[in-house]
T-cell receptor
Framework: GAVVSQHPSWVICKSGTSVKIECRSL??????MFWYRQFPKQSLMLMAT?????????EQGVEKDKFLINHASLTLSTLTVTSAHPEDSSFYIC????????????????FGPGTRLTVL | LAKTTQPISMDSYEGQEVNITCSHN???????ITWYQQFPSQGPRFIIQ???TKVTNEVASLFIPADRKSSTLSLPRVSLSDTAVYYC???????????FGKGTMLLVSP
């Protein structure tokens, strides 16, 4: 249980184009999803928190108009990188947290497999 | 959010027990300690979570002293496939976000 999928697993695009990445919770409903970015040999950096039915909360320094997040249902959140540039090339990872997945005391985040974005 | 400090890297051999210690001096009363494992080009995978004393599951044990200012992830009899980055995170019960530190790169050799 607690499986999170991402699509696509990798994508190559030209500079200036937009790319959409999907994050789905397959066997549970996720009221909250998170989007992270990870550059080579670095740790994950939280980009934004996505709550179903409301606007996403972006971390400081993350451009909300460039990284559009939509959490239209309890099982799907999308991240759209608009007008992508080579510096946006990175590994994008989503995670999902939902009700009823309590382990010891907190709602554990379950991560997707990641999406490798390469902007030429 | 409590900041965590871990060793940058550790080396071990197959079959050995590995203990990775994480310092979190500013841990708050409501904070829980969670460990994740990440392989290259994959999303992190939940390993174990605890609040105090000892927690054990099928893959690891987590030891937390009474002052909770540190925690130790114990991996029994590691194998080559345990080579990965291990992250220690501290988060408050409820809907807090997770802040990933640099993690510990564990290299298991034959």
């Amino acid at each position: 249980g607690a499986v999170v999928s991402q699509h696509p697993s990798w994508v190559i695009c030209k500079s200036g184009t937009s790319v959409k990445i999907e994050c789905r919770s397959l066997d549970f409903q996720a009221t909250t999803m998170f989007w992270y970015r990870q550059f080579p040999k670095q740790s994950l950096m939280l980009m934004a928190t996505s709550n179903e039915g409301s606007k996403a909360t972006y971390e400081q320094g993350v451009e909300k108009d460039k990284f559009l997040i939509n959490h239209a249902s309890l099982t799907l959140s999308t991240l759209t990188v608009t007008s992508a540039h080579p510096e946006d090339s990175s590994f994008y990872i989503c995670s999902a947290r939902g009700p009823g997945r309590r382990t010891v005391g907190t709602d554990t985040q379950y991560f997707g497999p990641g999406t490798r974005l390469t902007v030429l | 959010l409590a900041k965590t400090t871990q060793p940058i890297s550790m080396d071990s051999y197959e079959g050995q027990e590995v203990n990775i210690t994480c310092s979190h001096n500013n841990i708050a009363t409501n904070d829980y300690i969670t460990w994740y494992q990440q392989f290259p080009s994959q999303g992190p995978r939940f390993i174990i979570q605890g609040y105090k004393t000892k927690v054990t599951n099928e893959v690891a044990s987590l030891f937390i002293p009474a002052d909770r200012k540190s925690s130790t992830l114990s991996l029994p009899r590691v194998s080559l496939s345990d080579t990965a980055v291990y992250y220690c995170l501290v988060g408050e019960e409820g809907y807090s976000t997770l802040t990933f530190g640099k993690g510990t790169m564990l290299l298991v050799s034959p």
